[in-house]
């Protein structure tokens, strides 16, 4: 069974942090890559921060750059998305996928069920 399973969602005020972790089974996380997603209410789906398994480079969304980071820990085949400085705009259901290969700008073929962060005062 191949599985995501994310974690760490919750209710933060502005200028908070939170960390999410997705934790991968059935497959092996350090052989493909790994993004974040997420989707607000009323709004597309998009990219928030991918990671390649190849050469570890990262895409961003330009909206959280300087304030998300995303890692690995391929010990525990799972996977993090640091963020800080949290602003309400950031309030949505997040996900990770795994991609088809090993660069972050692949399709991406398995998702999680997500976990909401919402961001208010």
């Known amino acids: 069974q191949v599985q995501l399973v994310e974690s760490g969602g919750g209710l933060v005020q502005p200028g908070g942090s939170l960390r999410l972790s997705c934790a991968a089974s059935g497959f092996t996380l350090d052989h493909y890559a790994i993004g974040w997603f997420r989707q607000a209410p009323g709004k597309e789906r998009e990219g928030v921060s991918c990671?390649?398994?190849?050469?570890?480079?990262?895409y961003y969304l330009d909206s959280v750059k300087g304030r998300f980071t995303i890692s690995r820990d391929n010990a525990k085949n799972t996977v993090y998305l640091q963020m800080n400085s949290l602003k309400p705009e950031d309030t949505a259901v997040y996900y990770c996928?795994?991609?088809?290969?090993?660069?972050?700008?692949?399709?991406?073929?398995?998702w999680g069920q997500g976990t909401q962060v919402t961001v208010s005062s």
């Open positions: 996928a795994k991609a088809y290969g090993s660069s972050w700008y692949d399709d991406y073929d398995v």
């Open positions: 990671m390649s398994s190849s050469d570890g480079s990262t």
